[in-house]
T-cell receptor, first 110, second 121 residues
Framework: GQQLNQSPQSMFIQEGEDVSMNCTSS?????WLWYKQDPGEGPVLLIA?????ELTSNGRLTAQFGITRKDSFLNISASIPSDVGIYFC??????????FGTGTSLTVIP | EPEVTQTPSHQVTQMGQEVILRCVPI?????FYWYRQILGQKVEFLVS????????KSEIFDDQFSVERPDGSNFTLKIRSTKLEDSAMYFC???????????????????FGNGTRLTVT
């Protein structure tokens, strides 16, 4: 399957700090999605991106679809304790299948 | 807000037994998926289903697995003769439709259920 590499693998930050994470692949994707997963629950959609260069916000979250279509970035501003979780990127090629990244684990220290 | 529901939330079975995992996708969605997540690892695609047939499947989805939409609301994943390595969280997902054309077409985002934790002993 396709390999989507997320970095960093884990982050430990102070409450109030901004967070940046990214997802890269050697393949070109038509769609990039960002999900958050809390322990024992399913991934919850945060942001969907459909066009190269697109920059989309959802509250304190901002994500960008890379110009090359091979990468995407997620930023969280002014982090709060409930931002804790694992963040996954997912990309779609031409078919119906979405490929998930390796995940970034975020810990916010109050 | 409509959601994908999965039952049971936790299933324990003995090696070699068959299990059926059940999902009710969002009612107006047309594409259905099963993904699995081994503890601590990433979410892996198993199969997608559209118009009452499998549209794509991964190398994980071998003859041990099958999917069915037995009625207008349920979508099931059957695992025959379970193995220890089948222990994982199994997530059902659905998406609304497909947009765009040709190589630039894409599915609407996936909406996931809360998963079934399968433990094979």
């Amino acid at each position: 399957g396709q390999q989507l590499n997320q970095s960093p693998q884990s982050m430990f930050i102070q409450e109030g700090e901004d967070v940046s994470m990214n997802c890269t692949s050697s393949s070109i994707f038509n769609t990039w999605l960002w999900y958050k997963q809390d322990p024992g629950e399913g991934p919850v959609l945060l942001i969907a991106l459909y066009k190269a260069g697109e920059l989309t916000s959802n509250g304190r979250l901002t994500a960008q679809f890379g110009i090359t279509r091979k990468d995407s970035f997620l930023n969280i501003s002014a982090s709060i304790p409930s931002d804790v979780g694992i963040y996954f990127c997912a990309g779609q090629l031409r078919g119906n299948q979405f490929y998930f990244g390796t995940g970034t684990s975020l810990t916010v220290i109050p | 807000e409509p959601e994908v529901t999965q039952t049971p939330s936790h299933q324990v079975t003995q090696m070699g037994q068959e299990v059926i995992l059940r999902c009710v996708p969002i009612s107006n969605h047309l594409y259905f998926y099963w993904y699995r997540q081994i503890l601590g690892q990433k979410v892996e695609f198993l199969v997608s289903f559209y118009n009452n047939e499998i549209s794509e499947k991964s190398e994980i989805f071998d003859d041990q697995f099958s999917v069915e939409r037995p009625d207008g609301s349920n979508f099931t994943l059957k695992i025959r003769s379970t193995k220890l390595e089948d222990s994982a969280m199994y997530f059902c997902a659905s998406s609304e439709n497909r947009r765009g054309q040709g190589q630039m077409s894409y599915n609407s985002p996936l909406h996931f259920g809360n998963g079934t934790r399968l433990t094979v002993t």
